[in-house]
C-alpha cells in the first residue's frame, strides 16, 4: 500500500559559483620568514586577487677583503696559453703582476694550479713583473693535463708587507704542435 501524501524530497538547487575569499597568510608560530634586502621591490597583488605566499630568494654577499694598515691591492693577470699534447705535454706559463700606477712588482713568487687547488709550480717576477713557468717537467700526469685543458689554471700571490694577496684564472687552449 502506498501512502498518498508521502513527503517530497528536496530538489538539488544549481550551482552558483561563490567569489573566491582570499584567506592572510598564517604562518606557523615561531616561524620568522627572511626578510629581503634593504632596497628589494615588493608587488603588492592587484585587488581582488590571491597570490600565495612565494619563496623569497636568499642572498649571499660574500665578505669582501678589508685593508689593512697602508696594504695596496696588486693588480695579477694569468694569460691564455696554448698547450700541445704530442708526445710530451707542454705550456708556457705566465702571470704579470703590477701595482695601481702599472707598474711590475719584482721578486715575488707566483703559485700556479689547476682550478681544483692542486698546484704544480712556483714562478717569480722578473723585473717586468711577469713569472715564467714551463709545464713540461710539472705535470706530468695525462690525467692532470686534460684537467687543466678542460678548466684552465689559477694564479696566486701571497703578498707581503706592502701588497695584499691576490688571485687569478688563465686559459689553456688546446694545440697541436
Known amino acids: 500500500m502506498t501512502q498518498p501524501y508521502a ?12 567569489p573566491y575569499q582570499p584567506q592572510p597568510y598564517q604562518p606557523q608560530p615561531g616561524y620568522y620568514p627572511p626578510q629581503p634586502p634593504p632596497g628589494y621591490y615588493q ?3 592587484a585587488p581582488g586577487y590571491y597570490y600565495p605566499p612565494q ?3 636568499q642572498y649571499y654577499y660574500p665578505p669582501q ?3 689593512t694598515g697602508e ?6 693577470t694569468a694569460s691564455t696559453v696554448k698547450g700541445t699534447v704530442l708526445g710530451q705535454a707542454q705550456a708556457q706559463f705566465s702571470a ?5 700606477d702599472g707598474e711590475p712588482i719584482v721578486g715575488q713568487p707566483i703559485t700556479f694550479a689547476l682550478t681544483d ?9 722578473d723585473a717586468s713583473g711577469v713569472a715564467h ?6 705535470i706530468l700526469d695525462p690525467q692532470l693535463w686534460a684537467k687543466a685543458l678542460g678548466s684552465g689554471y689559477k694564479v696566486h700571490f701571497q703578498g707581503n708587507k706592502k701588497y695584499m694577496p691576490g688571485d687569478a684564472n688563465g686559459k689553456i687552449v688546446p694545440g697541436i704542435g
Not at 7 to 14: F, L
Not at 117 to 125: A, D, E, P
Open 117 to 125: 687547488g692542486q698546484q704544480f709550480g712556483i714562478g717569480v717576477t
Open 71 to 76: 696594504k695596496e691591492y696588486p693588480q695579477l
Open 96 to 100: 704579470k703582476l703590477i701595482n695601481n
Open 55 to 57: 619563496p623569497q630568494p
Open 43 to 45: 608587488p603588492q597583488p
Open 65 to 67: 677583503p678589508q685593508p
Open 133 to 138: 713557468l714551463d709545464s713540461g717537467s710539472h
Open 7 to 18: 513527503p517530497t524530497q528536496p530538489q538539488p538547487q544549481p550551482y552558483q559559483p561563490q
